[in-house]
């Protein structure tokens, strides 16, 4: 079953948006620099959140109008669209997220060893759940309940609870905005996910809506204290000579529907020296990292790069989630990371402002892990000999250290008595220890293969779960 999934997956999620080959080096050296101290952190987080939340459906999606499963509008006003769009955006009136405690998640996201928060400042649905001053729809204006509360502009309350933690912090933002008339124009209803009317017939209206994302990404450069990077969503909203007409999703994009994408990391470096910008999918100088998505790529990229994938099956809130295992989630950081990449897991909060509570469970677990073995998560790259993965071992590499990490089975919670490392060409004099066990190992080498054995007292108490790192200093 899982194999088959995976194997529904790669298509859609991996392949199109790995482009390692068209990577632009930054530049800038303060960029340059973000970039080093960002590919250290290995695990982020990431929240989806906006009024969607109420109704526990998919976020902003269900807005197209596209003949795709996971734009399929459901409840009483799916049968027509207008009204359905009119009750979507109603939803504004009705939020209240009165448990919002950002300082929580920040705590429970450090304990789990996270060290940077993305989070979605507007959806492709258009709300701000910032305080633009460009619309009023959002989540500061006085239609919406929360405005009342000292902490309504949640995007100011979430980065600073998160800077206090230490963590590097970043706004994502949807280029494409389905409530702004400049995108879909309601005299032209829209047949899909961009804009509704000819670009070409009026160029001005197309430019208005360039205008007001300049200025909305301004504000979120200069009102929201220091951002360290902008990971940019709504991949059809790009330059003409990116487009690929052989991806079905870009097939539809009209020519010149892209942002000024120079003149906003112009702004947006003038505001924030040494920025990161992802502006996901689109190859070029202003995608600083690639992002697959709900996949790990099968081999190292080679280049800057960050997995984003759910911690449960959705992005944005569901009322009945299943989270993956703490089995799951750890494999899923060491595999990510043994590939020189980063894990960016989604944790979406509901409408009441709380995440459920699996979510803290399965933090709580991560950090358990982390606590003994995060010395072979940050600041590690793939190694340089290109061994990243063989049998039920993935490795890192800091230096001249080797972290070779056991991938447990499921049921595996007995460490094994013997256990042979294979063509590591490692020296006689390489010396091995058992992350968070004291004891020493016996160690031969036996034709270039390492051989351990650990003793009866290890095995049946291991450091910890779910896998064991053995550190190798060669
Ligand atoms: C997918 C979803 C989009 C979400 C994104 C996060 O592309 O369609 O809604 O924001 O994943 O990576």
């Known amino acids: 079953m899982r194999l088959f999934l995976a194997l529904l997956f790669l298509p859609l999620t ?13 530049t800038d050296p303060l960029v340059r620099q973000n970039l080093d101290e960002w590919r250290d952190l ?42 359905y769009k009119k009750a979507y955006e109603n939803l504004q009136t009705s939020f209240r997220p009165t448990r919002f405690n950002p300082e929580k998640w920040a705590a429970a996201a450090q304990a789990a060893g996270m060290r940077y928060v993305v989070f979605t400042t507007k959806h492709h649905d258009g709300f701000c759940m910032f305080d633009s001053k460009q619309t009023d729809y959002k989540i500061t204006d006085p239609k919406c309940p929360f405005s009342k509360s000292p902490r309504a502009d949640v ?15 970043g706004a994502y933002f949807s280029k494409p905005d389905w409530h702004s008339p400049d995108f879909w124009w309601p005299y032209f209803p829209p047949k899909d996910r961009n804009i509704s009317y000819d670009l070409n017939k009026y160029p001005e209206r197309y430019q208005a809506f360039k205008d007001f994302t300049f200025r909305q990404l301004e504000e979120l450069c200069t009102n929201y204290g220091r951002l360290d990077l902008l990971w940019l969503d709504g991949a059809w909203v790009r330059p003409a000579n990116t487009i690929d007409r052989n991806e079905s999703w870009q097939r539809g994009i009209p020519d010149g529907q892209d942002l000024d994408m120079p003149k906003i990391a112009a702004m947006a470096r003038q505001k924030q020296p040494g920025i990161l910008i992802v502006d996901r999918w689109v190859p070029g100088e202003y995608e ?11 081999t190292p990229l080679g280049v800057p790069w960050e997995t984003c994938m759910t911690m449960g099956g959705s992005w944005s809130y569901v009322f009945e989630e299943n989270y993956k295992s703490p089995h799951q989630l750890i494999h899923t950081l060491c595999q990510v990371v043994s590939k020189g990449g980063n894990l960016l897991l989604n944790i979406a909060p509901g409408p009441d402002g709380e995440w459920h509570p699996e979510a803290y469970e399965r933090l709580q677990a991560i950090g358990a892990w982390m606590a003994v073995n995060s010395e072979a998560i940050y600041g590690t790259d793939t190694p340089a000999s290109g061994l990243f993965q063989r049998d039920k071992f993935v ?3 800091k230096g001249e250290i080797l972290y070779a990490i056991y991938l447990a089975d499921e049921q595996e919670t007995k460490m094994p008595g013997q256990i042979r490392l294979t063509g590591l060409a490692l020296s006689s004099t390489a010396r091995v220890e058992l992350l968070g066990v004291e004891t ?9 293969d390492l051989l351990l054995q650990l003793p009866e007292s290890i095995q049946q108490n291991p450091p910890c779960g779910y896998a064991w790192v053995f550190k190798i200093q060669q």
């Not at 526990?56 to 409840?75: N, T, Y």
């Not at 995007?155 to 912090?169: D, H, L, P, Q, S």
Request: charged residues 20%; neutral net charge; contains cysteine.
């Open 288 to 298: 600083n990292y690639l992002t697959p998505e709900q996949g790990i790529p099968p």
């Open 42 to 83: 290995k695990f982020g987080l990431l929240m989806h959140w906006g009024t969607y939340s109420q109704w526990g459906i998919v976020e902003s999606w269900s807005l197209c109008p596209e003949d795709e499963g996971w734009c399929e509008r459901r409840g009483p006003f799916a049968a027509d669209w207008y009204g």
């Open 440 to 448: 020493k190992i016996s160690q031969k080498m036996e034709g270039g």
């Open 395 to 397: 490795f890192t590499q």
């Open 14 to 26: 991996l392949t199109a948006q790995q482009h390692p080959h068209q990577y632009i080096q930054p």
């Open 155 to 169: 995007t100011r309350e979430i980065f600073n609870a998160f800077r206090e933690k230490k963590f590097k912090v």
